[in-house]
């Protein structure tokens, strides 16, 4: 059997949050990363200095070259300085059908068995950060 590989990207560098809005970055091609990529692990870094209502941050894949792009993994926070990760698998069947969302997923939650072939990050925040505020968004992939 072949050795399991680890592949490291930072999706989002820490990022100074001081505006409101909605915001995406460019995407990253998983094929650059890894041809057999079937794990995925996302760590979202929250560094809160001030001010500020949410920050919720989405990774998401495409399917179709980046035309549509869903939800796979939820990162909310709020006013407290915190580390969430999460861990998806291409191995875990969806539900038949599965409507995709762009910046609707639930919060802290993710949705497992769809990897596309490229991902990115997508940031939306509500208030105003002071500009200590920051938000870093890594990833590992496996295959």
């Given at each position: 059997?072949?050795?399991?590989?680890?592949?490291?990207?930072?999706?989002?560098?820490a990022?100074?949050?001081?505006?409101?809005?909605?915001?995406?970055?460019?995407?990253?091609?998983?094929?650059?990363?890894?041809?057999?990529s079937?794990?995925?692990?996302a760590?979202?870094?929250?560094?809160?200095?001030?001010?500020?209502?949410?920050?919720?941050?989405?990774?998401?894949?495409?399917?179709?070259?980046?035309?549509?792009?869903?939800?796979?993994?939820?990162?909310?926070?709020?006013t407290?300085?915190?580390?969430?990760?999460?861990?998806?698998?291409?191995?875990?069947?969806?539900?038949?059908?599965?409507?995709?969302?762009?910046?609707?997923?639930?919060?802290?939650?993710?949705?497992?068995?769809?990897?596309?072939?490229?991902?990115?990050?997508?940031?939306?925040?509500?208030?105003?950060?002071g500009?200590?505020?920051?938000?870093?968004?890594?990833?590992?992939?496996?295959?």
């Amino acid at each position: 059997m072949a050795p399991l590989l680890n592949y490291g990207k930072t999706l989002l560098p820490a990022a100074t949050i001081t505006v409101a809005g909605t915001f995406a970055t460019d995407p990253i091609s998983l094929g650059q990363i890894s041809d057999t990529s079937a794990v995925l692990a996302a760590q979202a870094t929250f560094v809160y200095g001030s001010g500020g209502t949410t920050c919720k941050s989405w990774v998401q894949t495409s399917l179709d070259g980046g035309l549509t792009w869903i939800d796979i993994a939820s990162f909310a926070f709020t006013t407290v300085t915190a580390t969430k990760v999460s861990v998806l698998s291409l191995y875990i069947a969806t539900a038949a059908a599965l409507t995709p969302t762009d910046g609707s997923l639930a919060d802290n939650t993710i949705l497992n068995g769809l990897l596309g072939d490229r991902v990115r990050c997508k940031l939306t925040t509500t208030g105003t950060y002071g500009g200590n505020t920051t938000l870093a968004l890594a990833m590992v992939t496996r295959g």
